[in-house]
């Protein structure tokens, strides 16, 4: 793998890693239950996301 395919898996870890936190930390907040599980499962999405792309490396 290049260096710059290595540093576009990078940038795509930081992504996702941002994402899931704000989607934990807009869930830790959401009161309504049906709202929260949706945004919760956002979450693991972009948890899974990542590790994806971690496996790639």
Do not use: G, R
């Not at 704000?22 to 996301?49: F, G, P, R, Y």
């Amino acid at each position: 793998m290049s260096p710059k395919e290595l540093t576009y898996i990078e940038d795509a870890l930081n992504h996702e890693q941002f994402l899931k936190n704000q989607c934990e930390n807009a869930a830790s907040m959401i009161t309504d239950q049906q709202l929260k599980q949706s945004v919760q499962q956002m979450t693991n999405k972009h948890q899974q996301i990542f590790q994806q792309f971690y496996d790639l490396i």
